[in-house]
């Protein structure tokens, strides 16, 4: 066997024993670069590699990087690559003497910085096949003009054909890998909601439970004290004007009452005027017996955004604030709350700051108040975050973001309970 064979065999069999041990593409690749470089010198290799249907595509980079290695974790349409003709099988291989100048590279949409920024002039690209296809391409430059030949492209096709299989195999696993988490977060995203929609149910039980002993207790008896009073004046037959303006005056407290029992089961004015004048109704009304006072602040940039969202959403945007509010006034003892509404073209944020005591850690599995919240912005596909409002100044930020529009709509039952269920929320 002539011994140019015999060297070639030996350094294959170095290749295939680098390739050893790795499971990830990346690493396996680079393990592989030294070896293949004492076969085709080179300055630069990088190994593009196709996703299952061919439509994009991932490159991984040995030795330095250029921009092309985010394609590992952002992979582009197979269609802007420089090499795309190997990749779709439409030329065995290609070789350059010079690459910055070959138009073979360069079309409108190629991402052919990298060939330009590092100079890859000489260039070989080989396919790499697996399961009968292409499955990406390996490509080998250097900076040097017309360095490699016809037989350095035979040798670079061996070395990719035996490479190909196990990087096949270690993207497989990879694939499927990350199927695996993705269901399993599935799975766990599920079970949250599943736990949350029950612990809200709860709450909303609770809180009809409290509304009628509310009703029961305070309204319902101050409307038999005001029945006996009057049945007291038909008795005597005849009423002092002092009288009535004091049976007036009651009638109006049970009205009143009456009215904020029906605001916290269905907020009229969120109905009626939009979600920042409920907010800012809500927020006056839960500071209005504060002792020290508390200052409030209610701004809106959106441009109403918030009202172009479905009901059922914007219901439960309003409570999720509603209960960030309440928490504020109830334990944090702060000195002012801040409401802001801002939107851009695709997502509406509401963030409610206060300077009062802080949150601490908090739990997205807790009950009461704070796990209604979470559960409230799952259901709806909000991302919410509660946090220290900043380093020095302390107090608590409780930030809802939701896209526009909404990718899923909110059952309704998660939406229309009352505020109430939040007496019992945990502390801050």
């Known amino acids: 066997m002539p011994e140019v064979s015999l060297v070639l065999i030996d350094r294959l069999l170095a290749i295939s024993r680098a390739l050893a041990g790795h499971i990830d593409p990346g690493t396996a690749f680079r393990a592989t670069a030294i070896e293949i470089g004492s076969l085709i010198p080179h300055d630069h290799m990088d190994l593009a590699v196709l996703s299952h249907d061919g439509r994009r595509h ?3 980079e040995a030795g330095f ?20 003709s190997v990749l779709w099988g439409e030329v065995p291989y290609l070789l350059a003497d010079d690459a910055l100048s070959d138009q073979r590279f360069h079309f409108a949409t190629a991402i052919d910085g990298p060939i330009f920024a590092a100079r890859l002039r000489s260039r070989i690209v080989v396919p790499l096949r697996a399961r009968g296809g292409i499955i990406g391409a390996l490509n080998i430059s250097r900076h040097e003009v017309d360095c490699y030949t016809l037989a350095d492209v035979a040798v670079a096709q061996q070395c990719a054909d035996l490479i190909a299989p196990y990087i096949f195999a270690l993207i497989q696993t990879e694939e499927a890998r990350r199927a695996m988490l993705a269901e399993s977060e599935a799975r766990n995203r599920v079970e949250l909601l599943r736990v949350g929609a029950s612990q ?17 207790d305070q309204t319902l008896a101050d409307l038999a004290r005001i029945a006996r009073q009057l049945s007291a004046l038909r008795g005597q037959g005849v009423a002092r004007a002092a009288q009535l303006a004091d049976l007036e005056q009651e009638v109006a407290g049970c009205l009143t009452e009456l009215r904020h029992i029906v605001d916290d089961m269905r907020p009229s004015v969120l109905e009626l005027f939009g979600l920042r004048d409920a907010v800012e109704a809500h927020l006056n009304r839960s500071v209005a017996r504060a002792k020290p006072p508390i200052a409030v602040h209610i701004a809106d940039t959106s441009d109403g955004g918030a009202d172009s969202l479905p009901e059922p959403v914007r219901t439960a945007l309003y409570r999720i604030v509603q209960e960030a509010i309440n928490n504020a006034v109830r334990h944090a003892a702060p000195h002012r709350i801040d409401v802001l509404l801002a939107s851009t ?15 601490g850690a908090v739990d997205p599995a807790a009950h009461g108040g704070i796990g209604h919240m979470h559960t ?19 107090g608590t930020r409780v930030v809802v973001e939701i896209d526009r529009p909404p990718s ?3 059952p309704a039952a998660a939406a229309a309970t009352a505020p109430g269920e939040f007496a019992v929320s945990e502390a801050m």
């Open 200 to 216: 809200l149910t709860e709450g909303m039980e609770r809180e009809r439970r409290r509304m009628a002993m509310d009703l029961h």
């Open 65 to 84: 990087h250029t921009s092309w290695s985010e394609l590992a974790q952002h992979p582009l349409p197979t269609e802007v690559s420089p090499i795309r």
């Open 376 to 394: 409230r912005a799952a259901l709806i596909g909000a991302r919410l975050r509660m946090g220290q409002a900043g380093r020095k100044s302390g």
């Open 408 to 410: 899923r709509e909110l």
């Open 345 to 359: 073209t695709s997502v509406l944020r509401v963030i409610v700051t206060d300077d009062g005591q802080g949150c």
């Open 58 to 60: 991932a490159c991984y």
